[in-house]
């Protein structure tokens, strides 16, 4: 059953490229008494998430953080190598928007935002959405009908959510 508004988020353990190589992330640390902005992606350098999704991230981070927003995170299910030269490719990182990995997709799955796309080669990865958390509560969900669209899950519905 997919995650909803209201829910608390289960606790996982998700992966960043640090100094030393890749460093595990735990989300229940990174939502505990924040205002986090998550959204995911269904991969990295896909042309949806590349021209849409994370630039629109990317153009209202300050102003989410304004609002209160204490960090802006982007899951994809990729390794900690590729997000790390995503973020760097796309201004994200520069930007301040943390790029964490879920590469085996276990919290994807946790959630029940997971999916497949055999002909695209998709597998096991995640629907597109972006959520609000509130000290480890979902306040705000918006998840779009088709990995394809960047509608509901941008910055700007976010931003006009708080």
Request: proline share 7%; aromatic share 4%; net charge negative.
């Amino acid at each position: 059953m997919p995650i909803s508004k209201g829910d608390t988020l289960p606790d996982a353990t998700l992966v960043q490229l640090g100094e030393k190589g890749p460093e595990a992330v735990s989300l229940a640390d990174k939502v505990k008494g924040r205002k986090v902005v998550i959204f995911a992606v269904p991969g990295a350098y896909t042309p949806t998430c590349s021209m849409a999704h994370v630039p629109s991230f990317i153009r209202t981070h300050d102003q989410l953080a304004a609002k209160g927003v204490d960090e802006v995170i982007c899951v994809s299910v990729n390794d900690p190598f590729v997000m790390k030269a995503w973020g760097e490719s796309t201004g994200a990182t520069a930007a301040g928007i943390t790029m964490l990995g879920d590469p085996s997709s276990a919290f994807t799955k946790a959630i029940g935002m997971d999916f497949d796309a055999p002909p695209a080669g998709l597998i096991a990865r995640s629907k597109r959405y972006a959520m609000l958390v509130d000290d480890g509560k979902v306040s705000v969900l918006n998840e779009e009908p088709s990995p394809g669209q960047c509608d509901v899950s941008g910055g700007e519905s976010m931003l006009s959510e708080l």
